[in-house]
């Protein structure tokens, strides 16, 4: 029994571009308020009100680019009611998402301030579904116009002086469903006219992103490509991961059996299939590559934690969703040329989180530790790696039991990003590299993993599942042999 993969230090491929580390934060549930935005005069600790020890995790784990205001939320949201005095901000009632009440007191405002802070470029996505032309029109005007203009003059009555510089831009979400319930051929209609007003200012060039495909639907890609292709950089793909079925039960969190554990699994490798597919169209319409597929929901679903507010969608984070995030990672890598940003759904207190908020307590989950193990790969060279894997047999059923992914970055340094499936069995690993001096190398590697299929952390636990320094690897001529343990997420560093 063995894993045998080859690393070939000296075929580079595409570069992975750290947008594939991007985040999704909506207004839902406490995603936005409590979660990241608590107010100046919260006893909380904060700057400017966003939550200090929120600001300093998410620093850490270097996001790159952050998309909101969400999200179905996106369809139904009107900037205006999110700028000016606090105090005279619109109150509205969040239809989606629990039917609370939104204050608007997180806006564009405060949202540009936490980019800024913590170095992240933004993201955000425009109303197709119930906003007018004109708004999503102003709204560009209002953040990217340097001058005298309407629009930009009240963005400095509002106290922003100078134009932010805004890239990423989405016309629009889900708009199949959420967003308009739209046929494919209307909607790309509509993203003809809207985008058509979504202006370059000055030097600000933005990078516009069509609304795509729900999971499988090819023919959503198809008739966007055709219809709109020269007119988007950016085309999106929604998937989510989930054990049961959307509508009869997704599945819990932490009280799941074996079977439910190997599904998951199954259905996060089925990323790679749906990237795959989605790709062959796009290659049809554009060979180059140059328009980026952008999956920008992606990670687990499951039943929200009993005793919340359904429609919050707040979800435990088990060691279960750190094998998923890493094999999402690593099949991501795989389609660099293609994949150019993702955002998982969502960075607090919102379905597969990096973080979890309670009053005043924080905990970091599985997911976030592997967003900061995998750091490394932001930005580097992809290599060829290939690879023969033992099989993770569940019943009649089997998958790989180990993902392996390999970068070399700027300063020549090798990652390998490890993840044995198994939730059984310790997987022995056999890592040859080619191309590089291993006897003259140094090595350093970090593991998460647990015993039980359901570790999480809680706010009486907040680092039962952390990673630790990992020394059971070792080499021999050109090879790294070790034994990566049942149910984990290991990068070994090489330099
Ligand atoms: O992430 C939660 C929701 O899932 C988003 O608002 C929507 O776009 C998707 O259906």
Partial sequence: MNNKVVINTDIEKSKINKNIYGHFAEHLGRGIYEGIWVGEDS?????????????????????????????????????????????????????????????????????????????????????????????????VEYMTFDGESPMANWRKENGQQEPWKLKYFGVGNENWGCGGNMRPEYYADLYRRYQTYVRNYGDNKLYKIAGGANVDDYRWTEVLMKNAHWMMDGLSLHYYTMPGEFWTGKGSATDFPEEEWFITLQRALHMNTLITRHSAIMDQYDPEKRIGMIIDEWGTWFDPEPGTNPGFLYQQNTIRDALVAGLHFNIF????????????????????????????????????????????????????????????????????QVSVSASKDKDGKVHISLCNLDHKNEADLNLELRGFDLSASKMSGKI?????????????????????????????GQAISAKLPAMSVAVLTLE
């Fill in 333 to 400: 890598h795989e389609h660099a040329d293609r994949v150019h940003m993702t955002n998982i759904a969502q960075t607090v207190n919102v379905l597969q989180a990096m973080i979890l908020t309670e009053g005043e307590k924080m905990l970091l989950t599985p997911t976030y530790h592997v967003f900061d193990m995998f750091k490394v790969h932001h930005d580097a060279s992809l290599l060829q790696v290939d690879g023969q894997f033992d099989q993770y047999q569940f019943g009649d059923e089997s998958l790989p």
């Fill in 43 to 139: 006893p909380i600790p904060n700057t400017n009100g966003i939550r200090n020890d929120v600001l300093e995790a998410l620093k850490n784990i270097q996001v790159p680019v952050l998309r909101w205001p969400g999200g179905c939320f996106a369809d139904e949201y009107h900037w205006k009611d999110g700028i000016g005095p606090r105090e005279n901000r619109k109150r509205m009632v969040n239809t989606h998402w629990g039917g609370v009440v939104e204050n608007n007191h997180f806006g564009t405002h405060e949202f540009m301030m936490l980019c800024d802070m913590i170095g992240a470029e933004p993201y955000i996505c425009g109303n197709v579904g119930s906003g007018t032309v004109q708004e999503m029109s102003e709204w």
């Fill in 448 to 476: 998460l993993t647990a015993d039980k299929m359901d570790a999480h952390n809680t706010f009486d636990q907040p680092e039962h599942v952390k990673p630790v320094t990992w020394t059971d690897v070792k080499t021999e």
